[in-house]
């Protein structure tokens, strides 16, 4: 492994660097109640309880996450501590809460639990021994904070599971509006939420955690890059999904029945916090001051990436969450300090409604499929 050049001067975890606001359980509160709402809608509409963000899957994986040896000290910790392999799922999904035609292209989103993961652990999750990471494919998240996050739902709560053929015409719009922006060097994160994404292929995607976690005595962020050539080739590459409402899970179903794909789990150390704020989710850390760098490699062989056992297994019977996770990696800020009440509710509204327990594996045998 060549050398790896670390920031001068990373940043070390102190408390002070998170600054919860006086209204916050307010704030984490109505999330929660406006979470549950689209849930149930959903429900009412289907009569099967799905997720309420990030509802539509489109892919399922099984692999092996395997921590590079001889890391340099600063990016040794936590699970990274010293070189080990460990069994994941990979879940590939998109952001809104209902099941959505895919020519309403919107932010894509790669959930991954590590399994079998040993030491001390966040409070909520001391049995478990897994290790998720819950990423989307920009480096920022849509909203500053939680009150930003709360808007943005309270928008989208009326429209869940109605108009979609309206969405359809919207994503169109919105599409062609992002175009513009991105070729001049920019993006616009509502334009993305209401379908501008660009319609690629989702296989060469980089995905992000977009907030910060505690890296062991540090704070970074976490992207997960494609590597291996046959999934680069597949960075930009058009998606045409017209008259197809299940293309995404139809490129990946077949990429990985004919192929594998290799993975770098990557860690941007904050530097400086004047410039890399914990608390304000929507500003890109820079990566001139801090780059991405590899700490371990996901493999994932050929496999069918949709059957019934999969499903059952990994998306009816997991929830993923940035709180399933060790002491080392707590989440940090106000967005991630929201999500750990809001899919905590997705989950057990999920396991009461389907009548199916969701619980964390122990071992990879554990999974159902």
């Known amino acids: 492994m060549s050398a790896i050049a670390i920031p001068a001067n990373p940043i070390r975890y102190d408390p002070s660097v998170e600054a919860p606001e006086e209204n916050e359980r307010q704030v984490d509160a109505e999330i929660v109640a406006t979470l549950r709402k689209i849930s149930e809608t959903t429900f009412e509409h289907r009569k099967h309880a799905i997720r309420s963000v990030h509802a539509k899957s489109h892919g399922l994986l099984h692999g092996e996450l395997t921590v590079h040896p001889d890391l340099p000290a600063v990016l040794a910790q936590g699970l990274f501590t010293q070189p ?42 001391e049995d478990d021994a897994t290790q998720d990471f819950v990423l989307i494919n920009g480096p920022v998240f849509s909203a500053p904070n939680a009150g930003g996050f709360l808007k943005s739902l309270k928008l989208l709560e009326p429209t869940t599971d109605t108009g979609e053929a309206w969405k359809k015409v919207t994503s169109k719009i919105a599409r062609g509006a992002e175009a513009v922006l991105e070729a001049a060097g920019t993006q616009s994160p509502t334009l993305l939420n209401l379908g501008g994404q660009p319609t690629t292929n989702i296989l060469g995607e980089t995905f992000y955690s977009a907030v910060p976690i505690l890296y062991g005595d540090y704070i970074a962020k976490i992207a997960v890059a494609p590597v291996s050539p046959e999934l680069t080739a597949l960075t930009g590459e058009k998606l045409d999904n017209t008259g197809e409402p299940n293309a995404l899970r139809d490129q990946v179903l077949n990429f990985f029945l004919a192929n594998g794909g290799t993975w770098e789990l990557r860690v941007q150390l904050c530097t400086d916090l004047a410039t890399m704020p914990v608390e304000d989710a929507s500003v890109p850390w820079p990566e001139d001051a801090s780059p991405y760098l590899p700490v371990a490699t996901i493999t994932v062989p050929a496999q069918d990436s949709w059957t019934i056992e999969k499903i059952a297994a990994i998306d009816e019977a997991l929830s993923f969450s940035p709180w399933h996770a060790l002491a080392a990696h707590r989440p940090l800020g106000a ?35």
């Open 335 to 369: 967005v991630m300090r929201a999500r750990k009440s809001a899919y905590k509710m997705s989950a057990e509204f999920r396991a009461a409604h389907n009548g199916k327990p969701i619980k964390e594996p122990r071992r990879f045998e554990d999974l159902a499929g």
């Open 84 to 125: 080990a392999s460990y069994s994941v799922v990979m879940r590939l999904s998109t952001t809104p809460s209902d099941l959505l035609d895919d020519n309403v292209s919107t932010p894509r989103g790669l959930a991954i639990k590590a399994i079998g993961v040993p030491g001390a652990r966040v409070a909520g999750s």
